[in-house]
Nanobody, 125 residues
């Protein structure tokens, strides 16, 4: 059974930083696009960022461009989301996900096969 385990969430003041990590087990990430989604209270889940394999192309939602950075660590079978200059509107449950059906990654949740458990990120004003 594929397992994605998320870590690194928490509470931070506006302007602060957090780094989310997602570690995959029972699967090798080499052929998968990796991504981050989030769901704020009362809102639909939205794509935040994704990274394609093998070409490494990146996609960011407009709301996080210039503040968030996605990266992957093949040695750890993991990927990360560095979140800087956090804003209260970034408060949400964050999910990691992987898929391999598309030529490049897309921030469309229906394409994603496997999901992490979700982790809370809260940014206070």
């Amino acid at each position: 059974q594929v397992q994605l385990v998320t870590s690194g969430g928490g509470l931070v003041q506006a302007g602060g930083s957090l780094r989310l990590s997602c570690v995959a087990s029972r699967i090798t990430l080499d052929d998968f696009h990796v991504s981050w989604f989030r769901q704020a209270p009362g809102k639909r889940r939205e794509g935040v960022s994704c990274l394609s394999s093998p070409d490494g192309s990146l996609v960011y939602a407009d709301s996080v461009k210039g503040r968030f950075t996605i990266s992957r660590d093949n040695a750890e079978n993991a990927w990360h989301l560095q979140m800087d200059n956090l804003k209260p509107e970034d408060t949400a449950v964050y999910y990691c996900a992987i898929e391999a059906s598309q030529a490049n990654c897309l921030l469309i949740e229906n394409f994603y096969d496997f999901w992490g458990q979700g982790i809370q990120v809260t940014v206070s004003s």
